[in-house]
């Protein structure tokens, strides 16, 4: 499984951005909608942090309390995709944001969130600057 964050950027504080997180390389039989999502982030200098979680069958969301409110999880299993959706963000949301996959059919979907012990697939960052 391969995972690709897309659509970070420099915005203005107060301002809005939607990342899009791309599944691929699933196997003969496995599909995105057996896999729960993840998106994470890293500051620099602090520890990465779980942001938000949706389920693989979308009916279950979870969130950071510091984003609650402001940023939206949501997928759309027929393109393979995650989106998080942003707003009213602040300098610290600065940072890199991940996605992450659980193990799918075998994999303990978000309960382990905000922690990231059940993640075990994971795409390269990109980096959300908020700055005036």
């Known amino acids: 499984v391969q995972l690709q964050a897309s659509g970070g950027g420099l915005v203005q504080p107060g301002g809005s951005l939607t990342l899009s997180c791309a599944g691929s390389?699933?196997?003969?039989?496995?599909?995105?909608?057996?896999?729960?999502i993840g998106w994470f982030r890293q500051a620099p200098g602090k520890e990465r942090e779980g942001v938000s979680c949706?389920?693989?069958?979308?009916?279950?969301?979870y969130y950071t309390n510091s984003v609650k409110g402001r940023f939206t999880i949501s997928r759309d299993d027929a393109k393979n995709m995650v989106y998080l959706q942003m707003s009213s963000l602040s300098p610290q949301d600065t940072a890199v944001y991940f996605c992450?996959?659980?193990?799918?059919?075998?994999?303990?979907?978000?309960?382990?969130?905000?922690?990231?012990?059940?993640?075990?697939?994971w795409g390269k960052g990109t980096q959300v600057t908020v700055s005036s």
């Open positions: 390389g699933f196997a003969s039989g496995d599909t995105f909608d057996l896999y729960a």
């Open positions: 992450a996959t659980d193990d799918g059919v075998l994999g303990r979907g978000c309960s382990q969130f905000p922690e990231d012990d059940g993640m075990v697939h």
């Open positions: 949706i389920s693989h069958s979308g009916m279950s969301t």
